[in-house]
């Protein structure tokens, strides 16, 4: 796989990383101190958290994309920030 570009819209600027497995830790380093639902936060652990990837691997193998939202805040009041990881398959 070549570079991966992976960024959170208004919370983390995308970024260069040399692989799957360095952009992940970046992500949910950024996405873990953030006010979300536990459920949410759950899902979102699942995606990018730690010893997760296989999936997005696979996504990015296949289409050279893969992305969800990050839904910020509580039922009440929420903010949606797409997370978007991206690879230049050459």
């Known amino acids: 796989m070549s570079v991966v570009r992976a960024g959170i819209s208004g919370v983390m600027l995308p970024a260069d990383f040399p692989s799957l497995d360095h952009a992940l830790p970046v992500l949910w380093e ?36 893969w992305s969800t939202t990050l839904y910020v805040g509580d ?8 997370i978007t990881i991206t690879t230049n398959r050459h």
Do not use: N, Q
Not at 36 to 48: P, Q
Not at 75 to 82: G, I, L, R, V
């Open 30 to 65: 950024r996405v873990r101190a953030l006010p979300l639902r536990e459920a949410h936060r759950d899902f979102i652990r699942i995606c990018i958290g730690p010893g997760s990837g296989d999936g997005i691997a696979r996504c990015l193998a296949r289409d050279g994309l």
């Open 75 to 82: 039922m009440a009041a929420w903010t949606a920030h797409p």
